[in-house]
């Protein structure tokens, strides 16, 4: 979507008389300019768009409409989706490979943005937490340590190999992705329930609550956005993405009292250990006995990454 403010050829200047004076007839007025014009484009919708290799219909109204309401949504939330662009150049290269070999298609990587915008901090209101939100109980269901100074919901590549668990328990119970989708935003009983009441295996065809019958359409918007960010107004260079960051990695088996003091000790500020290790929860960390973590430190050279010599992971989303 494009917005083109006409400012130059019509303008309208409003006389605000800011204060009169006594006696010798002193005023000041000030003249505000005011844009009286404002076109907003957007490109068209197409009759149908493929998504995780399923083919989503559009000649119909209710889904056109439906698709066009994320898109507006996507388009307008101008900071989060422009974060999201930026982020996916740094965690795309990660998570597509673990998508690949779990056989999961490549388009779902894109609930990430639905979830969480790629902030691999985001907690909702429920407690969702991490990349791909994982509740408490559903992380722990899926092999993810959720404890005081451990919650790996926040582990970008450990919730990654959770999320496809999941995702290929569901498809083995529904045979479709939009379905999947569906369920990860709902739960795996609710939308066996849709399935079976609406008497359709077509998740765009069943009467959900609004959050969910709207979360396949945010779905489809962000693939669309994301091929093409330009045609949304989305004009980014390669130096304004982030790109993925290199680490060395230290494995810990015995408890650090003082997470600090350790990133201290390894050249590193406090807040870089924390940004590079989302998974720690508190300035300490507790191993239980027989466990041990990798605690990845930044290299030098990523803190202080040069913009320039940043490589767009994806074409489309830069304009030059």
Same mark, same amino acid.
């Given at each position: 979507? +494009?917005?083109?403010?006409i400012?130059?050829q019509?303008?309208?200047?409003?006389l605000?008389?800011?204060s009169c004076?006594s006696?010798?007839?002193?005023?000041?007025v000030?003249?505000i300019?005011?844009?009286t014009?404002?076109?907003?484009?957007?490109?068209e919708?197409p009759?149908? =768009?493929?998504i995780?290799?399923?083919?989503?219909d559009?000649?119909s109204y209710e889904?056109?409409?439906?698709?066009?309401r994320e898109l507006i949504?996507?388009t307008y939330s101008?900071?989060n989706?422009?974060?999201g662009?930026?982020?996916?150049?740094?965690?795309?290269?990660?998570i597509?490979?673990?998508?690949?070999?779990?056989?999961?298609?490549?388009d779902?990587?894109?609930?990430?943005i639905?979830?969480?915008?790629?902030?691999p901090?985001?907690?909702?209101g429920?407690g969702?937490a991490?990349?791909w939100?994982?509740?408490?109980?559903?992380?722990?269901?899926?092999g993810?340590e959720?404890?005081?100074t451990?919650d790996e919901?926040f582990?970008?590549?450990?919730s990654?190999?959770?999320a496809?668990?999941?995702?290929?328990?569901a498809y083995? +119970?529904?045979g479709? *992705?939009?379905?999947?989708?569906?369920?990860?935003?709902?739960?795996?009983?609710?939308v066996?329930q849709?399935r079976?009441d609406?008497?359709?295996?077509d998740a765009?065809?069943?009467?959900?609550?609004?959050?969910t019958?709207?979360?396949i359409f945010r779905?489809?918007?962000v693939k669309?956005i =994301?091929?093409?960010?330009?045609?949304?107004?989305?004009?980014?260079?390669?130096?304004?993405?982030?790109p993925?960051?290199?680490?060395?990695t230290v494995?810990?088996d015995k408890?650090?009292?003082d997470?600090?003091?350790?990133?201290r000790?390894h050249?590193i500020?406090y807040?870089?250990?924390?940004d590079?290790n989302p *998974?720690?929860?508190?300035?300490?960390?507790?191993c239980?006995?027989g466990?041990?973590?990798?605690?990845l430190l930044p290299?030098?050279?990523?803190?202080?990454?040069?913009?320039?010599a940043?490589v767009a992971?994806?074409?489309? *989303?830069?304009?030059?």
């Amino acid at each position: 979507m +494009k917005i083109h403010r006409i400012l130059s050829q019509t303008m309208l200047s409003a006389l605000l008389l800011a204060s009169c004076g006594s006696g010798g007839g002193d005023e000041r007025v000030r003249t505000i300019a005011v844009p009286t014009a404002v076109t907003v484009t957007m490109p068209e919708i197409p009759q149908r =768009f493929a998504i995780a290799g399923d083919t989503v219909d559009l000649t119909s109204y209710e889904n056109r409409e439906r698709l066009d309401r994320e898109l507006i949504a996507f388009t307008y939330s101008h900071t989060n989706t422009l974060l999201g662009i930026k982020r996916a150049n740094r965690y795309f290269p990660l998570i597509e490979p673990v998508l690949q070999r779990h056989g999961i298609p490549d388009d779902m990587k894109y609930l990430t943005i639905v979830e969480s915008y790629l902030n691999p901090f985001a907690v909702s209101g429920a407690g969702a937490a991490g990349v791909w939100q994982f509740m408490p109980a559903t992380g722990k269901e899926f092999g993810l340590e959720v404890a005081k100074t451990v919650d790996e919901r926040f582990d970008v590549a450990k919730s990654t190999e959770a999320a496809c668990k999941y995702m290929k328990q569901a498809y083995a +119970k529904f045979g479709d *992705w939009l379905a999947v989708a569906a369920s990860y935003n709902a739960g795996q009983g609710r939308v066996r329930q849709f399935r079976d009441d609406h008497l359709s295996d077509d998740a765009t065809h069943w009467w959900m609550t609004e959050q969910t019958s709207r979360y396949i359409f945010r779905l489809l918007a962000v693939k669309k956005i =994301f091929t093409n960010p330009s045609a949304y107004g989305f004009v980014l260079t390669q130096s304004q993405l982030y790109p993925p960051l290199q680490y060395d990695t230290v494995r810990v088996d015995k408890d650090i009292r003082d997470l600090a003091d350790f990133a201290r000790r390894h050249g590193i500020t406090y807040y870089q250990l924390r940004d590079a290790n989302p *998974w720690l929860r508190r300035q300490n960390l507790v191993c239980g006995r027989g466990k041990a973590y990798d605690i990845l430190l930044p290299t030098q050279e990523s803190i202080h990454y040069d913009p320039s010599a940043t490589v767009a992971h994806d074409g489309r *989303w830069v304009a030059y």
